[in-house]
């Protein structure tokens, strides 16, 4: 291929890369946004007024499968390779799965807690270890805490972690903390491109404290 075919190609790559970071921004904003008149707390401990809930977003066959096309396409796009990707259970699990349906790769899914019998195994679905290239994935990230846990268990059974890569970060500075242990970070999307704020770490004054858990009434918000 020459330099001109290579261009064109790309270009076409391209464009198909921003379609379906398009219609995954639209499918977020659609099915998985929702706006709170107070601040609430978010399972990571942060607050906002906007509730985004991944998993709702792509749990129709579709959707899923947009979600995970557009990973797929982000990770070649960027040049990851890899043979495996998953996280902490569940907010990896849907398009881990998916990605490993499209692409024929294997998936893996990282338990909360070592299990209490059996082999107990933090790590189920594909067997990891030296050689395995792996993406470590989260479909939020509003602090990288959840994400930082999973790679802590993933590069202990000495696996090569391509990348940690999430579809919504939502943080001023997730990425600065993958940085710090030299590992390589990818967000398809961030707060901006949903027109939301960014996590306040802090809780601003009045915060919402629904039933004194301090969590959105919808549910948990996914990610770390």
Known sequence: MDDAEASRAGGQGG?????????????????????????????S????RDYVDLRRAVAGGDELRLAAEAVVAHLDAVGVG??????????????????ALVTGRRWFSVRKAEKSHGRRRRIEGAELGPGVAVVVFEDTVSTGGSLLDALDVVQATGAEVACCCTILDRSRSAGEQFAAR???YEALLGYADLGIEPIEPIEPAGAGQPNGEGTDPAGPAGGG
Not at 15 to 26: A, Y
């Open 182 to 184: 030299g590992v390589r």
């Open 15 to 43: 464009e198909e890369r921003s379609e379906l970071r398009h219609r995954l921004v639209e499918l977020v904003r659609t099915r998985g946004y929702t706006r709170s008149a107070e601040p609430f707390r978010l399972s």
């Open 45 to 48: 401990g942060g607050y906002s």
């Open 82 to 99: 890899f043979t495996a990707i998953g996280g902490m259970t569940m907010g990896a699990d849907p398009v881990a799965h998916a990605v």
